[in-house]
């Protein structure tokens, strides 16, 4: 079994910066991918970054240049550094993880809203 609990997610103005952070607990389980997905009023789920075991990381062509994600694979902890915000960056962000099966875990979310 793998817990996931954010934190940082708040309100900002547009042009201003948030990290997020997330922290895995786990139970017999080995993560493998860690990344950062958002859901949007309306929206579906989507990508935002994630980061496998390597450091090879992805990121959603609407964030690339204005959001970094990195990773600390020991500690189980992943970050997401966004500047530049916008309005449309508007959503709840997720933690997710994977295992190596890649079966998916995620985290309860946290809200980030970007005034105009």
């Known amino acids: 079994q793998v817990q996931l609990v954010e934190s940082g997610g708040g309100l900002v103005q547009a042009g201003g910066s948030l990290r997020l952070s997330c922290t895995a607990s786990?139970?017999?389980?080995?993560?493998?991918?860690m990344g950062w997905y958002r859901q949007a009023p309306g929206k579906q789920r989507e990508l935002v970054a994630d980061?496998?075991?390597?450091?090879?990381?992805n990121y959603a062509g609407s964030v690339k240049g204005r959001f970094t994600i990195s990773r600390d694979g020991a500690k189980n902890m992943v970050w997401l550094q966004m500047n530049s915000l916008k309005p449309e960056d508007t959503a709840v962000y997720y933690c997710m993880a994977t295992d190596m099966g890649w079966h998916a875990y995620w985290g309860q979310g946290t809200q980030v809203t970007v005034s105009s």
């Open positions: 786990r139970v017999g389980v080995l993560i493998n991918s």
């Open positions: 980061i496998i075991s390597g450091g090879i990381t």
